[in-house]
């Protein structure tokens, strides 16, 4: 079944409001009419209501990089669903290995944001992956099996629909280091297993599993032309212009 691919641009903490219009008005005629892939921009909060300005009629998404599971109250320094979709924003990256390393987020919370984002129509990009000690200990699979399991729990296949996953080995981001195709497809087969145990067949085949770390114009076409890849979640390389233009045309 043909999954249509999705680029993702992560910025993490780069870039102001006006450095997100100066991306968009050189980016965006670059990938004018290109719409064999979907593009998706996922700039800082601060950012979100200038890329969506700035993105309006194109072909690219604005996303942001995390969610809080409640709709409002007392969380301070947290941001909803419903102020997300209030400023047009249409995508979330969850659990981004990051959040985890360096705030706490653990496989509840991320099944929380999870159900959240689904809840409200946003498009979560849900992202998994192994550090490099549990790489080396063999425990690849059984990692990404736990995280599947716990982030999927208690969701319906249905509310699932909008699902997409980021396989984003730990020890590859921002490392230079990519996983090779052929280790990140495997990797990819393993979700895509725990999927297909969650909700269904169907479901599996449609899911979108995305690849991210040290993704380049260079690697890219190679990791795209994996049958289990669709598409990359891009930090480093997505905070030019050129650079994440080249990516989405691999
Ligand atoms: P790099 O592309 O800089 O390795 O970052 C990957 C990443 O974390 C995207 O979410």
């Not at 200990?137 to 990404?144: E, I, N, R, Y």
């Not at 980021?166 to 020890?171: F, I």
Request: charged share 25%; net charge negative; aromatic share 6%.
């Amino acid at each position: 079944m043909a999954r249509k691919k999705l680029i993702a641009a992560n910025w993490k903490m780069y870039k102001t409001p006006d450095e997100t219009r100066a991306f968009l008005r050189d980016f965006l005629p670059l990938v004018a009419g290109h719409d064999r892939d979907e593009i998706v921009v996922c700039p800082s909060y601060v950012d979100l209501a200038a890329g969506v300005e700035a993105a309006k009629g194109s072909n690219v998404a604005v996303g942001a990089q995390n969610v809080h599971w409640k709709s409002e109250g007392a969380f301070t320094g947290e941001i909803s669903a419903p102020m997300l979709l209030s400023v047009g924003v249409t995508h979330v990256i969850i659990g981004h290995s990051e959040r985890r390393q360096y705030f706490g987020e653990t496989d509840d919370t991320v099944n929380l944001r999870l159900k959240a984002a689904l809840e409200s129509g946003l498009t979560p990009i849900c992202c998994v992956g192994e550090v490099l000690e549990e790489r080396e200990a063999g425990l690849t699979d059984d990692v990404l099996r736990r995280q599947c399991v716990r982030a999927f729990h208690a969701i319906s296949a249905k509310k699932a629909a909008k699902l997409v996953i980021a396989y984003e080995p730990v020890w590859a981001i921002g490392t230079g280091k990519t996983a090779t195709p052929e280790l990140a497809a495997d990797a990819h087969a393993v979700i895509r297993r725990e999927a297909k145990e969650a909700f269904g067949e169907e479901f599996a085949a449609r899911l979108r599993i995305l690849y991210g770390g040290s993704v380049k114009p260079e690697n890219a076409a190679a990791l795209m032309a994996q049958e289990e890849i669709d598409g990359a979640l891009v930090g480093g390389a997505s905070l030019d212009p050129k650079s994440f233009a080249a990516i989405v045309e691999y």
